[in-house]
């Protein structure tokens, strides 16, 4: 039997009281920027415990004070993890103290208000990052155009294990990143209903950037 959070299609909405309510609290309006920066981490910990689930371990040995004993740990180089600015930045930090010994990729984008496409002003990749697992994160997936340019970019650089991780995602978010990167696993805390005309998630949770930060 599935798991709540199974997904045959590419997708994981996580299922847990703990995430539905913090994104309840991450919707209201009222929610000020403080609270929603730990918001966005609390959920991203919950979450990011599902995205990670595939991480390659291998036994070692370990001598406890009780046996000696064989032990999974995770191997091989460390995750890159890669935060889409500036909203992701809330999302990198949560996921380096799940994985501290993770690298960081940076990746500037925002979104032209007419066209709504994005714009990139800002690359900076750590080294080997196509041999490396790679979390892409961003807490909105809207248009997917956002999402689709990283995964783009990531993919000519070579990085062929890359999963997504957002915390509000919409239909049509899903589809355009699907559409061009069908083997990327997408791990979201909710799946909303639409986009609106202004290519704003509903119901979403307005402007991630903007609620983070203070900024309008
Ligand atoms: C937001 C969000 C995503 C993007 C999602 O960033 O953090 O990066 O929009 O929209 P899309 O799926 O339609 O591309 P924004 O462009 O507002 O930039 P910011 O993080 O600097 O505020
Ligand atoms: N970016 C956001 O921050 N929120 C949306 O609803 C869509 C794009």
């Not at 045959?8 to 009222?30: A, C, F, Y």
């Not at 929603?36 to 599902?50: G, V, W």
């Not at 979104?111 to 979390?135: A, C, G, L, M, N």
Request: hydrophobic share 40%; charged share 20%.
């Amino acid at each position: 039997m599935a798991s709540p959070s199974d997904s045959p299609n590419g997708v994981t909405v996580v299922q847990h009281p703990l995430v539905s309510h913090k994104i309840t609290m991450l919707r209201d309006e009222t929610t000020n920027s403080a609270a929603f920066r730990s918001l966005c981490q609390e959920i991203t910990l919950l979450t990011a415990y599902e995205a990670l689930r595939h991480l390659p371990t291998e036994l070692v040995p370990v001598r406890t004070p009780v046996a000696e004993t064989r032990s999974p740990m995770l191997t091989g180089l460390a995750p890159a993890v890669v935060g889409i600015l500036r909203a992701g930045l809330v999302m990198v930090e949560a996921i380096l103290t799940l994985v501290p010994h993770g690298r960081v990729g940076h990746l500037g984008l925002y979104r032209d208000p007419d066209t709504h496409q994005p714009v990139e002003y800002y690359r900076k990749f750590p080294e080997q990052i196509d041999q490396r697992d790679v979390i892409l994160v961003d807490p909105m997936l809207a248009t997917g155009g956002s999402a689709t340019h990283a995964l783009d970019i990531l993919t000519e650089a070579g990085c062929s294990n890359i999963k997504m991780l957002s915390i509000i995602g919409c239909p049509e978010g899903v589809a355009a990143i699907h559409a061009k990167h069908p083997n990327v696993h997408i791990t979201l805390a909710a799946l909303d209903e639409r986009l609106n005309d202004k290519a704003y998630i509903v119901p979403g949770l307005g402007d991630a950037g903007d609620r983070i930060y203070g900024t309008k």
